[in-house]
């Protein structure tokens, strides 16, 4: 039986662009010295997943796992993304994400240690209103 929860999406063939706007960024994300793009071909998973608590409290989570096979592909990209949500009132929304990017092919800012991951964590309150058709 499917799950309503967990969803699982696996390529053994599949494209990845990385694209800079500034040249001289390149090489930050792997990309030769004055080019804006690299491309690379290898394998991609996906794993979603959803908790509904209640009506008033939501978790969602999604990883996006790829393998470059031109270029150390026992070396894996992550990309993962968590959202924590909650109506607080009828209007009052709260959200809390995080996110998490490890590139293999960045550069740290301390070159002996290495590729290193990329945190991003947002917290918000919003005000959400549902426009109803007469």
Same mark, same amino acid.
């Given at each position: 039986?499917?799950?309503?929860?967990? $969803?699982?999406?696996?390529?053994?063939?599949?494209?990845?662009?990385?694209?800079?706007?500034?040249? *001289?960024?390149?090489?930050?994300?792997?990309?030769?010295?004055?080019?804006?793009?690299? *491309?690379?071909?290898?394998?991609?998973?996906?794993?979603?997943?959803?908790?509904?608590?209640?009506?008033?409290?939501?978790?969602?989570?999604?990883?996006? /796992?790829?393998?470059?096979?031109? *270029?150390?592909?026992?070396?894996?990209?992550?990309? !993962?993304?968590?959202?924590?949500?909650?109506?607080?009132?009828?209007?009052?929304?709260?959200?809390?994400?995080?996110? /998490?990017?490890?590139?293999?092919?960045?550069?740290?800012?301390?070159?002996?240690?290495?590729? $290193?991951?990329? !945190?991003?964590?947002? /917290?918000?309150?919003?005000?959400?209103?549902?426009?109803?058709?007469?």
């Amino acid at each position: 039986e499917p799950s309503k929860r967990l $969803a699982l999406f696996v390529s053994p063939s599949a494209a990845r662009w990385v694209v800079v706007g500034d040249k *001289n960024l390149g090489p930050l994300y792997g990309i030769e010295p004055g080019k804006r793009s690299r *491309n690379e071909l290898g394998a991609f998973a996906t794993i979603n997943y959803q908790k509904k608590f209640n009506d008033k409290l939501n978790f969602r989570s999604k990883l996006d /796992m790829f393998s470059n096979y031109r *270029n150390n592909p026992q070396n894996i990209d992550l990309f !993962w993304t968590n959202v924590l949500s909650a109506k607080i009132t009828k209007f009052i929304n709260f959200s809390l994400n995080v996110d /998490m990017i490890y590139d293999d092919d960045t550069e740290n800012v301390n070159p002996l240690k290495g590729p $290193a991951p990329q !945190w991003l964590q947002l /917290m918000g309150i919003g005000f959400a209103y549902t426009f109803k058709k007469k």
